[in-house]
Structures are given as C-alpha cells and as structure tokens.
C-alpha cells in the first residue's frame, strides 16, 4: 500500500529481576500507545509488589501513570496497564515488595515507529 509505513510492536524490560525497593531508570519511550505489564515469584511462600509507572517529559518530574499490584507466589503472576498518552520517559517505582527470595520485572510495550527498529541496531 504506497504511503503507509510498518509499524512494529516492541517491548523493553524498564525493571530486570528487581529485588528491593526504590526507582528504576528512565527509559525513553515512542508513539503514544503503551501497554505496561508487571510479573514476578517468591522462591517459597507468599509475597506482594506494588510498582508506580511514572512518566516524564524531561526526566526530572514524574507523575504516576498507574500502580500495578501483585500477589506473589513460587508460580509467576503477572498485571498490567495500558495508556494512550504521549510522554517521553517512563521508570518503574518499587513502592512495595515483600516475600522470601521476590523478584519482579517491569516491562513497556508499544508501536515503534518505521526504522526505529534500524537506529537501535
């Protein structure tokens, strides 16, 4: 189709393996449709995590876009959140994050567009 352009779905994991609490990194973001999604496990018993997606336009002030709450178990469970806002940074903010051995990861998905894919090579 002459004029249109592919667009890709991407992910980026913005909180790996998270074990204690606090603000992760900014991580830039693109288009304005992102979905965020949150997993994470105990090695033994029950836990929770509560996660604060913040979002920027300059890196410095943040505003929570959502809270994602979890139950953790030994099997991974997971929650999410989509938004359709243009903001140009997004970090995860580890508020809560209880149980034996817990860990969680924060990820963003969202269309890049055309060529992102090619700059990031």
Do not use: C, Y
Request: charged residues 10%; neutral net charge.
């Amino acid at each position: 189709m002459s004029g249109s352009s592919n667009k890709m779905v991407s992910s980026i994991k913005i909180l790996k393996n998270v074990t204690s609490t606090g603000a992760g990194s900014a991580f830039p973001l693109w288009g304005s449709k992102h979905s965020f999604q949150m997993f994470g496990t105990t090695s033994a018993g029950v836990g929770s995590a509560v996660v604060n997606v913040e979002v920027s336009n300059n890196a410095s002030n943040w505003e929570v876009a959502g809270t994602i709450t979890l139950t953790l178990g030994t099997s991974s469970t997971s929650d999410g959140f989509a938004k359709n806002a243009a903001w140009r940074w997004a970090r995860g903010n580890v508020t809560t994050l209880s149980g034996t051995g817990a860990t969680i990861s924060l990820i963003v998905g969202g269309q890049e567009p055309a060529g992102l894919e090619e700059l990031s090579e």
